[in-house]
T-cell receptor, first 115, second 112 residues
Framework: DTAVSQTPKYLVTQMGNDKSIKCEQN?????MYWYKQDSKKFLKIMFS???????INETVPNRFSPKSPDKAHLNLHINSLELGDSAVYFC??????????????FGPGTRLTVT | KNQVEQSPQSLIILEGKNCTLQ??????????LRWYKQDTGRGPVSLTI?????NTKSNGRYTATLDADTKQSSLHITASQLSDSASYIC???????????FGKGTTLSVSS
């Protein structure tokens, strides 16, 4: 009965590789997000999708490409991985137009280590 | 510039004691303010969400306050427990459709 799930939980890879992280939510939410948490524990939003449409795209290198095949899934593909991409990536979901603005439910995170 | 500042950066207290964490923000226009708890190795979990018109909201031993005039919020933890050891993150939302602004968090350690 996991609400927001991510796979894999840990990902170790070499510089230059391409990798994907998958996210699924079973809450019936219409909005999904990707966040990056750096070594200083600072969370920063990367992307947000509402009903499969990109609504937030922060200043993220175009090596990062989100893909939303349906409302329940938001995958993150990263090309040409760099050392600075090492971080914990969190997926989250919410009901966007709920009043107050939808509470976000976070996944368990994917720890990416680029060597 | 939209910013969320939290203090203190870290805090150590004895089990059973109370503590208060602070959050100041400059986000405008303001929609709502949230407090999240993040345990080590886990995703953040929502504690409270407050809109402009709400001054206080409680969730068990957690009580959040909001002063929209001074743009300040606090999170008060009563009778702390070892399981309260975590990072507490203040998050402010602007108008609908805009990104959430996260604070850097306060790391709380509760010792026995």
């Amino acid at each position: 009965d996991t609400a927001v799930s991510q796979t894999p939980k840990y990902l170790v890879t070499q510089m230059g590789n391409d990798k994907s992280i998958k996210c699924e939510q079973n809450l019936g939410h219409d909005t999904m997000y990707w966040y990056k948490q750096d070594s200083k524990k600072f969370l920063k939003i990367m992307f947000s999708y509402n009903n499969k449409e990109l609504i937030i795209n922060e200043t993220v290198p175009n090596r990062f490409s989100p893909k939303s095949p349906d409302k329940a899934h938001l995958n993150l593909h990263i090309n040409s991985l760099e050392l600075g991409d090492s971080a914990v990536y969190f997926c989250a979901s919410s009901l966007r137009d709920r009043n107050p603005a939808g509470e976000q439910y976070f996944g368990p995170g994917t720890r990416l280590t680029v060597t | 510039k939209n910013q969320v500042e939290q203090s203190p950066q870290s805090l150590i207290i004895l089990e059973g004691k109370n503590c208060t964490l602070q959050c100041n923000y400059t986000v405008s226009p303001f929609s709502n303010l949230r407090w999240y708890k993040q345990d080590t190795g886990r995703g953040p979990v929502s504690l409270t969400i407050m809109t402009f018109s709400e001054n206080t909201k409680s969730n068990g031993r957690y009580t959040a306050t909001l002063d929209a005039d001074t743009k300040q919020s606090s999170l008060h933890i009563t009778a702390s427990q070892l399981s309260d050891s975590a990072s507490y993150i203040c998050v402010v939302s602007g108008q609908a459709g805009t990104a959430l602004i996260f604070g850097k968090g306060t790391t709380l350690s509760v010792s026995s």
